[in-house]
């Protein structure tokens, strides 16, 4: 993505706590929309193999437009605008922590970490990056004398060979689902690397993020027939009684020729299934943001939908106070839930049995900390 608006300066961030070993932090960010620029929180997610680390996003300026750099998984974290985004990502390279074997090792000195959970720490205050104010709130990189558009530091790997890197390590997004959707749950097949395109009105109408109503369910059945086995399609006057029910926690994203992804959410307690094809019924007192039908456009592959609709729905969640997110994963997308820092849960009473049965086998009840 490019535009020739500025994002604005990074906000003060509070770092929550490690959830627990084995989450690498993955920072906040600006993400541009039809309004301008919105604010992404950062969160605790875990890798999708032992070994790699976060290279975060930055915007640059480059050719008379602002472009997004997409942050990806990798086996080492680079250049990456000279961004200082605090908690160990200080522009270059990642000292919040490192791996030794199996294990990641965090760094206190500038991650913020319970050592009665998390016992894999040490200090390292000969890492910490005392820059000038105005660059630590610099969020793109032309905003820095040192870090000029194009410049990047000698041996730091070219998107190519980013790309390259990670399909030979089997890591290409693209094979962590064997459908282009997402969530009853199920894995929304984006891969990163959209930069490059210039930004028209179209375009940014494209990445509208949008509260859904009744006249967008055309809309969600042809998502659903493009994403889902026959099973598991559920009807319109389902989908209808939920958009009455929580309008306020069903999102979509809308490109130009219509909507091309959605999430159902709502809140609810720990340990409450949705059935397939059931009503939602929100909690009063929830404390969890149960996710329940996560689906991307075949069409709209590559655009980072399905983080940027996981991220909002976070936000949205601990801003309501809730403290844990939930899910059924199905059609194989539990490697992709697992690497949004969610884990299956196996001591299973038997109204969730029944429930799972439901689904189209495989499925899974997972869960994650949201605060």
């Known amino acids: 993505m490019a535009i020739t608006l500025a994002p604005p300066p990074l906000p003060d961030v509070v770092q929550p706590d490690a959830p627990s070993p084995g989450y690498i932090w993955t920072p906040g960010y600006w993400a541009g929309g039809p309004n301008g620029y919105y604010w992404i929180d950062g969160a605790w997610l875990v890798p999708p193999a032992v070994g790699l680390l976060w290279p975060p996003g930055?915007?640059?300026?480059?050719?008379?437009?602002?472009?997004?750099?997409?942050?990806?998984?990798?086996?080492?974290?680079?250049?990456?605008?000279?961004?200082?985004?605090?908690?160990?990502?200080?522009?270059?390279?990642?000292?919040?922590?490192?791996?030794?074997?199996?294990?990641?090792?965090?760094?206190?000195?500038?991650?913020?970490?319970?050592?009665?959970?998390?016992?894999?720490?040490?200090?390292?205050?000969?890492?910490?990056?005392?820059?000038?104010?105005?660059?630590?709130?610099?969020?793109?990189?032309?905003?820095?004398?040192?870090?000029?558009?194009?410049?990047?530091?000698?041996?730091?790997?070219?998107?190519?060979?980013?790309?390259?890197?990670?399909?030979?390590?089997?890591?290409?997004?693209?094979?962590?689902?064997?459908?282009?959707?997402?969530?009853?749950?199920?894995?929304?097949?984006?891969?990163?690397?959209?930069?490059?395109?210039?930004?028209?009105?179209?375009m940014m109408r494209a990445m509208l993020l949008r509260t859904l109503h009744p006249a967008d369910l055309p809309g969600l059945d042809l998502i659903q027939t493009h994403c889902y086995a026959p099973s598991m399609l559920e009807p319109a006057d389902v989908l209808a009684g939920r958009l009455r029910a929580v309008p306020d926690w069903i999102w979509g994203v809308q490109d130009d020729e219509g909507l091309c992804a959605y999430l159902f959410t709502y809140p609810t307690r720990l340990g409450h299934l949705s059935p397939l094809n059931g009503n939602f019924h929100p909690a009063p007192d929830g404390d969890t943001l149960y996710l329940h039908d996560l689906a991307i456009h075949p069409r709209a592959r590559g655009r980072g939908l399905a983080q940027r609709l996981i991220r909002h729905a976070w936000t949205r969640g601990r801003k309501a106070g809730l403290r844990h997110s939930a899910l059924i994963s199905v059609q194989d997308s539990e490697r992709f839930w697992a690497a949004h820092g969610y884990r299956t849960r196996t001591e299973l009473d038997n109204r969730q049995r029944t429930c799972l049965a439901g689904y189209e086998q495989p499925a899974r009840y997972m869960t994650r900390p949201l605060d």
């Not at 991650?111 to 910490?128: C, E, F, G, L, Q």
């Not at 004398?145 to 089997?170: E, F, H, K, L, V």
């Open 58 to 202: 930055w915007w640059g300026w480059s050719d008379g437009y602002y472009r997004w750099h997409e942050g990806y998984w990798g086996p080492q974290v680079g250049f990456y605008g000279g961004i200082d985004y605090g908690f160990g990502y200080f522009g270059v390279g990642y000292v919040g922590g490192h791996w030794r074997s199996r294990d990641f090792y965090y760094n206190r000195a500038v991650t913020n970490v319970n050592i009665t959970h998390v016992r894999n720490a040490y200090v390292d205050k000969t890492v910490i990056h005392n820059a000038p104010p105005d660059w630590r709130r610099a969020s793109y990189n032309a905003a820095r004398a040192a870090c000029r558009p194009g410049r990047r530091p000698s041996g730091a790997p070219t998107r190519a060979s980013r790309i390259r890197s990670m399909r030979r390590d089997g890591m290409n997004r693209r094979g962590l689902a064997p459908r282009p959707a997402a969530a009853k749950t199920a894995a929304a097949t984006d891969k990163a690397g959209r930069g490059g395109k210039i930004a028209t009105a179209d």
